[in-house]
């Protein structure tokens, strides 16, 4: 009784092992000539597919095995051969239509067409695609199937025997494109991705940590993606610079051939925006004396950066969304189409959603430059990263000068000190501190900045800031013009008087978390998780306000 119930379990676990073993299942075509062979002597020939199934270690569950045409002998031989060596394997011949076999675009579109129509079970089977026979067009379209995943495998590539070993199954070595499984390679790709994210950072080692995981995503972005990038951000924050070491990277890469192609868009007017972005053909206007070809045929094959993209009128904006999507567009007073192979990047400092609510910018432009948007923190809200950039604008300038300088301690932290208080605007931001970095070092004797020269800039930069904003007891800001006069009258004076100080603040500040920072310095202490910007756009919103219309 004990040993029936013993081999009962036995059963079971056999039939468990069955049901849960991965099945190794080998996709791969049949060779016309290295599997061929007739009589006796053809089992003293090594025959790739066949001798898959001879290693003793190595279980085939099923082998796929493609041929092109019509059923043939040698399919129906190599079934019978491998069915003698190894009846456990299950051969599933299956034809693939091909007329030219060493035509690159019917072999892809071919097995393209095989493997979405395949049930792959990865969860269940592992898939060994067989690159030893075919046509070398077969074999390199099989690898670039299996890299892309539509084959869900690994390579699988097989040799003969040696010489002295004839009739032998060979060898065979498996290939897992999954690159981060190899140590080295996987080194050496993270290597270049950090130097790839020191290089757009300027090797500035920044210590804010959502603009470092914002550098982070931009270069993966901007190696695997041709779309359009939005760069958001106050002026001064460093759009125009990220454009330039985006590009410099891709060109670095081989991933653009052309220029790189920049234009501030606040600076388009009238007819000659689109004559400008577009080019024009002679005679189009008054004026129009011979053809232009226009920035976005200039910026063929390589960046075209369009800043303050939301300053572009809406004719415009139409003609920039056709050129993005089908890469042609008309020249102004054109009848033929021009083509322009670029890759945009756009920045604005403008919330171009509101934009779009307000009808000023097209929505179908918006949501097609909308696919990557990051918005680049003002210096404000990195203020960490004021002493790192400190030390990258001195090395700068020591470079371009022929000599260094430096901050002597007292001044370094007094500089540091104002810098990082609320005093400390930063209304151009990373513009701003370039300009009092350059204006110090310039001044420095002995290539030393002293406490004298720092108190100085110090004040010059007081001064500087001083005329973005009155104080915030005086009337700041006109609120006709920003409510409407019927809406202004209605306000009691004091909301009128609280309101103007308000604004005065918001026009005093980088950001819309930076004036609410100031607004309301003493009362965010008592709260848990404060957030002063919200607590500002809803003060805003009560006169039907909104940031930008403040800024504005």
């Known amino acids: 009784m004990s040993r029936d119930k013993n081999m009962i379990k036995l059963s079971k676990f056999i039939k468990f092992y069955k049901m849960n073993k991965r099945k190794t299942v080998v996709i791969g075509f049949i060779g016309t000539q290295l599997d061929s062979g007739r009589g006796a002597s053809r089992w003293e020939k090594w025959r790739p597919t066949v001798a898959l199934t001879q290693h003793e270690d190595v279980v085939i569950d099923r082998l796929e095995l493609l041929f092109n045409g019509g059923p043939t002998a040698l399919v129906d031989q190599v079934t019978q051969d491998i069915g003698a060596v190894s009846p456990e394997t299950q051969v599933v011949p299956r034809r693939i239509d091909m007329d030219d076999p060493w035509d690159f675009e019917q072999v892809y579109g071919a097995l393209f067409d095989f493997a979405r129509a395949y049930p792959f079970e990865p969860d269940r ?78 090797g500035i080692a920044t210590r804010n940590v959502r603009f470092n995981t914002m550098i982070d995503e931009i270069e993966r972005v901007a190696i695997k993606s041709r779309a359009p990038i939005l760069l958001m951000g106050p ?73 303050e993209i939301g300053e572009l009128g809406l004719d415009e904006q139409a003609m920039l969304l056709k050129a993005i999507e089908e890469k042609r567009f008309l020249p102004v007073g054109g009848d033929n189409e021009a ?38 923190p003002g210096l404000v809200e990195r203020s960490e990263d004021i002493e790192p950039n400190l ?67 110090i004040a010059r930069l007081r001064q500087l800031w001083r005329p973005l904003g009155a104080a915030s007891g005086a009337p700041s800001a006109d609120l006709d013009a920003l409510l409407g006069a019927d809406a202004a009258a209605r306000l009691d004076q004091f909301d009128a008087l609280q309101l103007q100080a308000v604004v005065g603040v918001c026009r005093q500040s980088a950001s819309l978390s930076d004036a609410g920072r100031r607004l309301f310095a003493i009362s965010r202490e008592a709260k848990r998780q404060p957030n002063d910007a919200d607590r500002l756009k809803k003060y805003l919103a009560r006169f039907g306000l909104s940031w930008d219309d403040v800024r504005r």
């Open 339 to 376: 083509h322009s192979d670029f890759q945009l990047i756009a920045g604005t400092n403008r919330d171009l959603a509101r934009e779009v609510a307000h009808g000023r910018f097209r929505d179908d432009l918006f949501a097609r430059i909308n696919l990557w948007t990051y918005e680049l």
């Open 391 to 457: 030390d990258y604008l001195l090395r700068e300038f020591g470079a371009e000068h022929g000599h260094m300088v430096r901050f002597n301690k007292e001044a370094r932290e007094r500089y540091m000190r104002f810098a990082m208080s609320p005093d400390a605007r930063w209304a151009g931001n990373f513009r701003d501190l370039s300009a009092s970095i350059t204006r110090m070092a310039t001044l420095a004797e002995s290539g030393r900045i002293n406490d004298v020269i720092v108190e100085s800039e």
């Open 125 to 202: 089977e592992d898939y060994w695609i067989h690159i030893t026979t075919g046509t070398h067009v077969v074999q390199i379209c099989m690898f670039l199937m299996t890299e892309a995943r539509y084959f869900p495998g690994c390579l699988l590539q097989t040799s003969p025997p040696r010489r002295h070993n004839a009739g032998a199954p060979g060898t065979l070595a498996l290939i897992d494109l999954d690159l981060s499984k190899y140590d080295q390679i996987a080194h050496r790709f993270s290597r270049e991705q950090q130097d790839a994210v020191a290089f757009l950072k300027s």
């Open 235 to 307: 002026t001064g924050a460093g759009k125009s610079f990220l454009a330039r070491r985006l590009y410099e990277l891709k060109k670095a890469r081989r991933q653009v051939a052309g220029r790189f192609v920049e234009i501030n868009c606040a600076t388009l007017h009238g007819d000659g925006a689109g004559s400008t972005l577009f080019g024009h053909v002679k005679g189009a206007f008054t004026g129009a004396m011979s053809d232009r070809s226009g920035l976005l045929r200039t910026a063929d094959k390589g960046v075209l950066f369009l800043d």
